[in-house]
T-cell receptor
Framework: GAGVSQSPRYKVAKRGQDVALRCDPISGHVSLFWYQQALGQGPEFLTYFQNEAQLDKSGLPSDRFFAERPEGSVSTLKIQRTQQEDSAVYLC????????????FGPGTRLTVL | AQKITQTQPGMFVQEKEAVTLDCTYDTSDPSYGLFWYKQPSSGEMIFLIYQGSYDQQNATEGRYSLNFQKARKSANLVISASQLGDSAMYFCAMRVFSNFGNEKLTFGTGTRLTIIP
């Protein structure tokens, strides 16, 4: 079956622009996660959804970052007024059910802010 | 606070040899899970193996095994009979439960493994 998909795969933005990154989780997966991976580093947690509810957004680095999952499936991570330090790979992962199961990751979106 | 430490930034191994990638962790939570993921140059994180904190036996998945030493808080990945396709970044991660009741993964900084023909 289809895995987690993300779009776009690559995004170049000028500083100050808004961007929107999309994640399509595996069908039926309840849990959805966003991670940020800076160059040469491991992924770092940003936010978590259980169905449409955003239960944990403790990892979002600033109020310029906003995520939503209005119907409990597709999720969008939005970054407003992008800064150079936002340049990273943004990974989406899903799992079902919550608990012992692994998180399945998408290919990521590489964001470059000029 | 939870932390994962991977002390080997890079490793070079001859093809067909076994390789051990080190991982130590720190948590005060008695219940946790440990994962290893492989990240090739394409960027996708590929799940390799999982070990639960209460599992009595070390996890194995094909050529991958996890050397779990709970008292030492280490969870090293062993790859037997390495192949050229094993060249990638390898991340150790720990599943923790946040104050919000959900799980999330905390990752180490990774080890870049290069297999030499």
């Amino acid at each position: 079956g289809a895995g987690v998909s993300q779009s776009p795969r690559y995004k170049v933005a000028k500083r100050g622009q808004d961007v929107a990154l999309r994640c399509d989780p595996i069908s039926g997966h309840v849990s959805l996660f966003w991670y940020q991976q800076a160059l040469g580093q491991g992924p770092e947690f940003l936010t978590y959804f259980q169905n449409e509810a955003q239960l944990d957004k403790s990892g979002l680095p600033s109020d310029r970052f906003f995520a939503e999952r209005p119907e409990g499936s597709v999720s969008t991570l939005k970054i407003q007024r992008t800064q150079q330090e936002d340049s990273a790979v943004y990974l989406c992962a899903s799992s079902y059910p919550q608990g012992d199961n692994e998180q399945f990751f998408g290919p990521g979106t590489r964001l470059t802010v000029l | 606070a939870q932390k994962i430490t991977q002390t080997q930034p890079g490793m070079f191994v001859q093809e067909k040899e076994a390789v051990t990638l080190d991982c130590t962790y720190d948590t005060s939570d008695p219940s946790y899970g440990l994962f290893w993921y492989k990240q090739p140059s394409s960027g996708e994180m590929i799940f390799l193996i999982y070990q639960g904190s209460y599992d009595q036996q070390n996890a194995t998945e094909g050529r991958y095994s996890l050397n779990f030493q709970k008292a030492r808080k280490s969870a090293n990945l062993v790859i037997s009979a390495s192949q050229l396709g094993d060249s990638a970044m390898y991340f150790c991660a720990m599943r923790v439960f946040s104050n919000f009741g959900n799980e999330k993964l905390t990752f180490g900084t990774g080890t870049r493994l290069t297999i030499i023909p």
